[in-house]
């Protein structure tokens, strides 16, 4: 045994936070809106949930494997990633349909770019936008009290009216996790208290949206239709759980509001003018695109970094 | 409630409650004594006594080698053994004067000045030069050199630094509940030098205590004021304590007299009124020996040049062995290979930890979760600037303000993919800084 203490550079000490400590309370704040999930729409609800979170942690596993890496699955980024998948497809999506999605996001979007904190889009919103275009029917087929209804969104698309109180709650058709807002929120304000997100991606995104909705909508300043349009839809789910994702936006603060308005402004636009009521998950994954030029633009001050006359004057 | 902070910062384990309440004791040294020409900033100091010559406590061995450097006194009476490098705790070989103790103790006299207000502005600074006195919370950095600024008229604040922000460090704690009167005494010496300022005495809100007594004690003094802090590290920070008090920020460019403000911490301002008042070199100071591995944590009064070891003893040893040690403190602290090294005018601490958890560390991957960002007191991105860092970026890491880091280690601290993102900055900075020497 070496007599020699052990030396390093300072500090020496450290918090007990934990990457996958980080990843539980994710996992945590997901759980009103799946258990809303579940009661809403079944054990088929259910099961997709199982499935989707077994395939991206098995997808981890194998490609650690493969390529002879570390391995990652106990950080819990997987199961986080799998979660949010399956709370991002219809309840009725056939299961084997999951487990290609789950194989997309880890291993095309995630791990062909270097694993955790390397890729530049959100796995579980890559791999959404990958089932809504290989299986395009299947990932609209929204059914509930086993029939077939439309989301509120392409209720209202369609002229018909809805119901405010419904989508608050969650009674409507949609993804298994995107339509209770109450549920969303309950998870988003354990997110905060616990230091896990903060409110400038969330706040900065759905004050643009408003804002956005209020110029462009046609609708004017209808209550009604702003927060069916805030809460029939994916926004809530995206705004608090996919857009604050550590990995896919901006580290800087000033940038995480740009990043904000962003999301805010593109959900509005594909959902104003596009061929699709829906429009969350295009508009988060292309603001992922324009990190690193939003990072670019919004280095903060360092402190002190002030003009140099208004030091003197010790300006306050 | 109420207390006056900065942006950013983290909350470690304070780790206080082992020595606080063990009042200071002094240790005499039993073994040979050794002091480091270099043991402040600036030019090492030049030895004046040759192998084989007989010193006394208090008497000069070695003087200043320039304006920014400072004179070392003998702190024990004896014979000068040798002249050679020895280690240092930053794990440095550095030239240093060896004194075997002859166990007699014998002092120089010193002449006590009777009235400190009758001293003129040169008067006192070269008495603060003559006793050696420099920045005893760790920098080293000579005090005569900050006493002198080029506009004292525009001088506004000398911030007593009483944040000690460290976790597990109680000297300073001691020194303000037992010796309060010096400290007051030297904050009136460092005022009469700065006609336009006012004294501010800044604590940190987990010391009640000496908030209370300090500020009793202030009452009748019109240009001094007690400034409660909230606990958080680094709150003892220069940059972090002068905008704590005074609301003005600066950079790495800027020295605090460029806002107006000259801050001390508590054992140099004593160490100034040792120097003016009693006419006292600085020969001791007070630090803590603490951690979970010491039998006894407490604050100890030593002669400076002490090995480390002797103080080690004097706190009742070891409990457990120690995986570590570490000079100063567990955020900012130099980690040691050994206890034969010898206690300098900056070493304010010894921490003995049984565990090292960062050997138990394994870095993961960056999650970008921004939690460096919230912590930093300087506001600036650490994962960012670590990534530059161990790429060897150097354009980007000026251009992401590397250099405006002050390596309080914060970053390190909160990251939860636990990476060395202090180290890694600390590094570039140095490359980054040596370059710009060359050119």
New interface residues.
């Given amino acids: 045994m070496s007599?020699?203490?052990?030396?390093?550079?300072?500090?020496?000490?450290?918090?007990k936070?934990?990457?996958s400590?980080?990843m539980l309370y994710v996992i945590i704040g997901l759980l009103p809106t799946s258990l809303f999930g579940i009661y809403n729409f079944g054990y088929k609800a259910l099961i997709l949930i199982l499935v989707t979170i077994a395939s991206c942690v098995a997808s981890e596993w194998v490609y650690n494997k493969i390529v002879h890496k570390k391995e990652?699955i106990s950080?819990l980024?997987a199961v986080v990633t799998g979660l949010l998948l399956a709370l991002n497809l219809p309840p009725t999506l056939p299961w084997w349909e999951a487990v290609i999605g789950g194989v997309v996001a880890i291993v095309v979007v995630k791990c062909l770019f270097g694993?955790?904190?390397?890729n530049f889009m959100n796995p579980a919103l890559g791999a959404r936008c990958f089932l809504l275009i290989a299986f395009a029917a299947d990932m609209t087929n929204y059914v509930i009290d086993s029939y077939t209804g439309a989301t509120p969104l392409a209720a209202m698309r369609n002229g018909e009216a809805v119901n405010t109180m419904d989508m608050l709650i969650g009674r409507t058709a949609g993804t298994i996790g995107e339509t209770s807002a109450i549920a969303i929120l309950i998870g988003a304000i354990f997110l905060i208290l616990m230091g896990v997100i903060d409110l400038r991606i969330p706040a900065s995104y759905i004050i643009t949206f408003i804002v956005f909705m209020l110029l462009f909508s046609g609708h004017g300043l209808d209550g009604n239709y702003i927060t069916a349009q805030l809460c029939g839809g994916g926004l809530m789910l995206g705004a608090f759980f996919m857009a604050t994702d550590?990995?896919t936006?901006p580290?800087?603060?000033r940038g995480q509001i740009l990043f904000g308005i962003c999301c805010g402004i593109l959900t509005g636009l594909f959902r104003t003018f596009g061929a699709n009521a829906e429009g969350v998950s295009f508009a988060i994954i292309l603001s992922n695109l324009l990190v690193p030029m939003i990072e670019k633009i919004t280095?903060?001050?360092?402190?002190?970094?002030?003009k140099e006359a208004k030091?003197?004057e010790?300006?306050? | 409630m109420g207390s006056k902070t900065f942006k950013g910062g983290v909350h470690p384990y304070e780790g206080k409650e082992l020595a606080k309440d063990q009042p200071i004791v002094e240790v005499l040294p039993k073994g040979d004594l050794v002091y480091p020409l270099s043991q402040h900033i600036g030019a090492p100091a030049t030895p004046v006594v040759a192998v084989g010559d007989k010193v006394q406590k208090g008497q000069k061995i070695a003087e200043a080698g320039g304006f920014v450097s400072s004179p070392i006194y003998a702190s024990a009476s004896g014979t000068v053994k040798a002249i050679e490098p020895r280690r240092v705790a930053v794990g440095d070989m550095v030239n240093a004067i060896v004194v075997e103790n002859d166990g007699a103790f014998s002092e120089v006299e010193y002449t006590a000045c009777d009235d400190v207000t009758a001293l003129s502005r040169e008067e006192i600074i070269n008495k603060v030069k003559e006793a050696g006195v420099v920045g005893m919370g760790g920098a080293g950095f000579p005090t005569h050199v900050k006493l002198s600024p080029k506009e004292p008229e525009k001088i506004e604040y000398i911030i007593a630094n009483c944040a000690e922000c460290e976790p597990y460090l109680t000297a300073d704690y001691r020194r303000m509940l037992e010796n309060p009167e010096e400290l007051i005494g030297g904050m009136k010496i460092i005022l009469q030098l700065f006609a336009n300022a006012k004294g501010v005495l800044g604590i940190e809100d987990n010391k009640p205590d000496c908030i209370q007594k300090l500020q009793e004690m202030v009452k009748d003094e019109p240009r001094i004021e007690v400034c409660a802090l909230q606990t958080k590290y680094p709150q003892g920070g220069e940059r972090q304590l002068i905008y704590a008090v005074t609301g003005r920020a600066i950079n790495s460019k800027m020295l605090p007299a460029d806002a107006g403000c000259i801050v001390d911490n508590v054992e140099t301002i004593i160490a100034i009124y040792h120097a003016v008042k009693l006419g006292r070199p600085v020969t001791n100071r007070v630090s803590t020996i603490t951690g979970d591995a010491i039998k006894n944590p407490g604050n100890f009064l030593y002669s400076i040049g002490t090995n480390y070891a002797e103080l080690v003893e004097a706190a009742g040893g070891f409990a457990t062995e120690p995986e570590k040690i570490i000079s100063g403190g567990p955020m900012m602290g130099f980690a040691m290979f050994g206890l034969d090294v010898p206690t300098t005018k900056t070493s304010s601490s010894l921490l003995c930890l049984t565990k090292d958890e960062v050997a138990l560390i394994e870095p993961s991957a960056c999650i970008n979760c921004g939690r460096c960002v919230e912590a930093c007191p300087e506001q600036l991105v650490p994962s960012r600037l670590a990534k530059f860092g161990d790429r060897g970026l150097s354009d980007e890491f000026e251009k992401w303000n590397g250099l405006e880091c002050v390596e309080c280690g914060s970053c390190s601290f909160v990251c939860p993919a636990r990476r060395q993102l202090a180290q890694s900055i600390k590094t570039m900075k140095k490359q980054v800084l040596a370059a710009k020497r060359k050119k």
């Fill in positions: 007599d020699l203490y052990h030396v390093s550079s300072s500090p020496h000490v450290r918090s936070d934990t990457t400590r980080i990652t950080d980024s694993g955790l904190g390397q550590y990995v936006s580290i800087t603060p280095i903060p001050r360092a402190f002190g970094q002030v030091a003197k010790g300006g306050k």
